[in-house]
């Protein structure tokens, strides 16, 4: 950059006022500022530019790598894939073969149990059963008659209720 001290700018304006003349050295120097701040406005211009460029090269070149290292990765599950679905395969293969040569000796003399319509029927009679049970509770009326707890009472409740000489004195509190 241009080193200019106050001297110097003084003896630039001095110089100017000389050549110029007084009645046109404002105008000079309005003109002179608005072409040096156009000069920094272009030169911000081309660096933001500039740098908006080198920022997308180097973005595209980040997209390019993510996508070949995603199908690196898609190719690699392919193949991993395809090597286990072959060996499920053959394991299946030689299951059946172990399969069919017992089966071969026993003489297919293995019963499969057929449940019939009545078994069912009772199966899903109980089923329906328990989980009635399980579901429904118990009816007002029945806990009425036979005594039972209609709502949880805490402790502190509880030992209120059944303390001996509460009946006589009033149910206002203390403060």
Sequence with gaps: ?????LSKIAIIGVVALIVIGP???PKVARMAGTLYGRAQRYLHDVKSEVSREIELDELR???KDVQERA???KSE???ATSDFESSVTSHVDEVEALWDDRTAHDGGGATTVTPTVADIDRKAKDFRR???VRTSSVPAWYKNRHGTKRHVM???ARVRKF???SAGKSNSSFF
């Design 1 to 5: 950059m241009i080193d200019l001290g």
């Design 23 to 25: 009645e046109k050295l």
């Design 61 to 63: 070149n980040l997209h």
């Design 71 to 73: 199908q690196s990765f």
């Design 77 to 79: 599950v392919e193949s």
């Design 130 to 132: 328990k989980k009635l």
């Design 154 to 156: 805490s402790g502190a």
């Design 163 to 165: 303390r001996p000489g």
